[in-house]
């Protein structure tokens, strides 16, 4: 179990308004794989590197298990090579003058417990089995490919039997294939293992693959956490529904409330949506609809759509992004249809599908634009 | 208990452990107990009493009324009047300005020419060029200037004996023209290497452009390749003059016969004289030290920031060659004219009055007289196998003390955050801008007028202070960019793996940095061989190293043997420096 209570970072040697960490909190039950998830500069990766005492904090506490790691304000601080902590970081950090067992078996021999030598490659081959390397134990680690560096990365941070193992955007230097292959590899031994771990990443996808829990940031603030399914089904902030990719976003207001649905009243017509928080009536909200709830046809059979144009189209292989205006608004629909054979400036009606578009009270028209610098950064 | 069968959950449940904040840092003291911090401490120290005290102490002595006397000492600017208010000082500062002034241009313009035929041109055979480059670390400043004074001396000289065959007017070397010639000769491969790094780092891409907007090669080369080049020649100009002002043996060996004073000379020769004037010694080294350090200031600026490692970094790409057609012929003459005229004229003449049992010009009646009885004499000649077995001690020792304290300030300056680490930085590169005479007589003064517990005057450890402090920055020059190509992660990763920082630095990083400290070693042990301007202040009966006694040897007239002694380290010298070649070449491949 790790618990974070007040962390917070400065930017070293900067007069920023803004902490790299900003006061978080944060508790990850024993066990379990959680997700710091945000775009760049949100402060996961600052997170992260606190918790395995690679940077000082500047106010705050971490406890691993019940030990206290850090606490500032009490002077007390432990060594990253005093926690019983595993680390899996981007670059793989492989050492390129030693074989792929002997990286393995580092920790076992540097570490605070050491162990004699045969013992140590024993349980680095156990290691290296377990991620499915045996056979390369005694590579050269640079002749090894980035996807069973990575591998052999997680090995060694498994070997020493840590309490708390802590992955930084380890899938993010490998190629499209070989991340899945890692990803699975890394979920399957984390549940085997039961070892709590920290996950950080800027991909929701993969956040959404391996996580129990996903903690979105911001800021160096946590903008919300969940578990995946919610986070993904209904988030309750708009910098959360931006950034898992729901890019169609429309202002409306709410003409029905209900328990989880409300009826709102948008540009173009009406639409029944889910509401993550209680939506009064008459409020502003906007409404965000995922491209692939917009279906696109050329008749309105159904009297609900709303007629627009065709601007321009994205091929994905096993969809269509289309980019359709409608009125002053760009929305993105995706096809998943070999062929729709749409052109730019043909005629199209848009059909939104029903309960499955976000309300999220407005805040910006809320507090009068207070919080106008919010959007900037969700593109990433 | 193995990875795969052990039972979760594992750690016993609550209640703090009460002996971890122990392990923690808390205020001043546990800052010392973070042997990170503790070695920033001493290593800064180390560095910072290296690299001030040769310049501060010369600095003293020019201020003060006596020095080294047991009468009243006072503060002062006596010298500085004296010795500035007199004309013979201003003839002084003419000759080495004239002197370092012209080397410096002849210097950089063959050095830059060469370097482009090179780097952007199809001249043929640019391995030429190439060996002649590395001759400034074979061939010991003292030889070179050995060679070129049998060369050109004025009467037997070899190529003064062609010349007068041939009915032209002989050269006389002992001029200021002949320093300026045999200094161009050695310092000249050093612009063309700097030469080669500033042409083959210029992205071609900036010239394409230009000969895509339509314009003719010789207008690309003058408004842009000139132009991007400009720095780096004024650069190499300025680094040329410190280098040449701030040396030894040319002056002294070339220009003393000729009556032709520059600063070093009359330095040397005031401290030979009785009583010594130690005040006008200061004053005169306190003045090459300013001249110095504005000539590098400027140097860096012109050059910069990272101009320091620029030599041997270098990235992958090859840029666009300009093919010369007919005249490329031309270019390789060139590249033979300098080949023979910096590398085979002066070996040539080392090894054939190596040969003869007393100096006399090329012929065919001298060929009769060849023999090996020079290199026999080698070891009979009294103090010479001492003062070789010196100069491998304190070159070895120079090497190793200058590897391990720039690695650990590689460390601090690369890896680590530590308050300070720029000033640091600074310190390690103080010693650059200090000509080596002044630091060889600011350690002398330091050394014989400070009341140290252990007297170090007339120990070769006087001389290995003095090599460590002029190898440092090279030491750095080596292994920052080898350090700073180690991933940060790496050493993350051992520290997560709960490894001391100790043992990271032995297991992880000093494997890593193996090329870069050897290559940093070796060359070291390379500077230390040949220096000779800081040596000759500071050795004693008994700790003479091998540069001083080719100077001495040299002054009484056995030429023969100290051609033979020549030989054998310029032998000496090219087997370490290929073996630096291998290093750096395959640590500039290995690691990206």
Redesign the interface.
């Known amino acids: 179990m790790i618990e974070v209570r007040g962390l917070t970072k400065r930017y ?1 040697g900067r007069t920023v308004t803004r902490n790299a960490v900003d006061g978080i909190d944060l508790e990850i039950p ?2 379990k794989l959680v997700t710091l998830l945000g775009p760049s500069g949100c402060g996961k990766t600052t997170t992260l590197r606190l918790i ?3 940077e000082r904090p500047d106010a705050g506490e971490i406890r691993i ?4 790691m ?1 606490a500032p304000a ?14 899996v ?9 030693m074989t792929a067992v002997q990286n393995v078996m ?2 076992l021999q ?4 050491r162990m004699g030598r045969t013992e140590a490659r024993r ?1 680095a081959m ?2 290296l089995e ?1 991620v499915g390397l045996a056979e390369f134990a005694d590579r050269p680690a640079p002749a090894l490919s980035g996807g069973q560096q990575q591998r052999v ?1 997680l090995a ?6 840590p ?1 708390v193992l ?1 992955l930084d955007e380890p899938l993010s230097n490998l190629d499209a294939g070989l991340r899945d292959r890692v990803r699975d590899e890394i979920r399957s031994v984390q549940q ?4 709590t771990t920290v996950f950080v990443t800027h991909d929701q996808d993969e956040a959404l693959a391996v996580s129990d829990e996903v903690v979105v940031m911001d800021h160096g603030r946590i903008v919300e956490r969940g578990q995946a399914q919610d986070i993904y089904r209904c988030p309750r902030e708009e910098f959360t529904a931006r950034f898992m990719g729901i890019s169609n976003s429309l202002p409306g207001t709410v003409q029905e409330g209900g328990q989880d649905m409300a009826e709102i009243s948008l540009a173009h017509g009406r639409l029944r949506c889910l509401t993550p928080a209680a939506a009064p009536v008459g409020s502003r909200v906007n409404v965000f609809i995922r491209p692939e709830s917009l279906r696109l046809s050329r008749k309105d059979s159904s009297g609900r759509g709303w007629k627009g144009t065709v601007e321009f189209s994205i091929y994905h292989g096993d969809c269509w992004d289309y980019h359709v205006r409608v009125g002053d608004t760009l929305l993105r629909s995706r096809m998943y249809r070999e062929k729709v054979g749409l052109a730019h400036g043909d005629p199209v009606f848009v059909v939104p599908e029903e309960e499955t578009a976000i309300a999220i009270a407005d805040k910006i028209a809320a507090s009068d634009g207070a919080v106008a610098d919010k959007d900037e950064s969700w593109a990433k | ?4 069968s ?1 039972s ?4 016993p ?5 009460p002996r ?2 122990a ?5 001043l003291r ?1 800052w010392f107990r973070d042997p990170r911090n503790l070695l920033l401490a001493v290593v800064a120290l180390v560095v910072a009493y290296l690299a001030i005290v040769p310049a501060a102490t010369m600095g003293v002595a020019s201020l003060q009324s006596q020095f080294l006397s047991t009468g009243p000492v006072h503060w002062t600017f006596r010298h500085y009047t004296e010795t500035l208010g007199t004309a013979d000082f201003w003839t002084l500062v003419g000759n080495s300005f004239g002197y370092a002034a012209a080397t410096a241009v002849i210097s950089t313009v063959i050095g830059f020419g060469l370097a482009y035929l090179v780097a952007r041109t199809d001249t043929p055979a640019k391995f030429f060029a190439q060996v002649a480059a590395l001759v400034p670390l074979i061939i010991p400043g003292i030889l070179n200037t050995v060679a070129w004074a049998l060369l050109f001396a004025p009467h037997t000289g070899a190529l003064n004996v062609l010349l007068r065959d041939v009915h032209l007017p002989a050269f006389d070397i002992y001029s200021l023209a002949g320093m300026v010639l045999v200094q161009s000769m050695h310092v000249t491969p050093v612009a063309f290497l700097m030469g080669t790094a500033a042409f083959s780092q210029m992205d071609s891409s900036l010239e394409e452009a230009a000969l895509a907007s339509g314009a003719p090669p010789l207008r690309v080369f003058r408004t842009i390749t000139a132009r991007l080049i400009r720095p780096a020649v004024l650069s190499a100009v300025l680094l040329m003059f410190v280098q040449t002002i701030s040396t030894f043996e040319v002056p002294q060996l070339i220009g003393v016969p000729g009556r032709t004073f520059v600063f070093v000379s009359r330095i040397y020769n005031a401290l030979q004289a009785f009583p010594t004037d130690y005040g006008t010694v200061g004053v005169i080294g306190v003045f090459i030290l300013v001249v110095a350090t504005l000539g590098l200031w400027l140097s860096r600026r012109l050059s910069g920031p990272g101009a320091g490692v620029q030599t041997i970094s270098g990235k992958g790409y090859r840029p666009t060659v300009t093919e010369l057609g007919r005249w490329r012929w031309l270019g390789l003459a060139a590249f033979v004219l300098f080949f023979v005229v910096a590398v085979a004229l002066p070996l040539l003449m080392l090894v054939w009055s190596s040969l003869l049992p007393g100096y006399e010009p090329p012929s065919w009646s001298a060929l009769h007289h060849l023999t090996l009885s020079n290199y026999r004499e080698i070891w009979h000649t009294p103090g010479l196998v001492d003062s070789v077995r010196n100069s491998l001690i304190t070159a070895v020792l120079a090497g190793a003390v200058v590897t391990v304290l720039s690695s650990l300030v590689a460390y601090i300056t690369v890896k680590t ?1 530590a308050r300070g680490r720029g000033l640091l930085d600074g310190l390690a590169t103080i010693p650059l801008a200090v000509p080596s005479v002044v630091m060889g007589v600011g350690i002398l003064y330091w050394y014989l007028s400070m009341p140290l517990p252990v007297h170090l005057y007339g120990t070769l450890t006087i001389l290995v202070i003095a090599f460590v402090t002029i190898g440092l920055p090279y030491g750095l020059r080596y292994i920052v960019p080898g350090m700073a190509q180690i ?1 940060d ?2 050493e ?10 100790p ?2 630095f032995w ?2 990083y000093v ?2 940095l193996v090329p870069s400290l050897a290559a940093a070693f070796l060359y070291t042990v390379i500077v230390a061989f040949r220096e000779i301007s800081a040596a000759i202040f500071l050795y004693t009966q008994g700790t003479q190293v091998v540069s001083v006694t080719i100077y001495q040897q040299w002054s009484n007239g056995s030429y023969p043997v100290v051609a033979a002694l020549g030989v054998v380290i310029v032998v000496f010298l090219a087997m370490i420096v290929a073996i630096v070649r291998l290093l750096t070449r395959r640590f500039g491949l290995n ?1 990206q």
């Open positions: 070293p024993e066990g395995a005492g690679l298990g019940s030990r206290l850090c009490e002077g007390v601080f432990v060594g990253v090579h005093h926690r019983p902590i595993g680390v970081f981007q670059s793989y950090a492989v050492w390129p003058h580092f920790p540097s570490g605070q417990k349980r156990e290691a377990m990365s060694r941070a498994l070997t020493r039997e309490e802590l085997r293992l039961g070892i | 208990m193995s990875l795969i052990r979760r959950p594992a750690p449940p609550a209640l703090a452990d971890r904040p392990r923690s840092t808390q205020g546990g955050k991933k992660e790496l993350e990763a051992a520290a997560a793996s709960g490894a001391s920082w043992r990271t297991r992880i494997p890593l690691r």
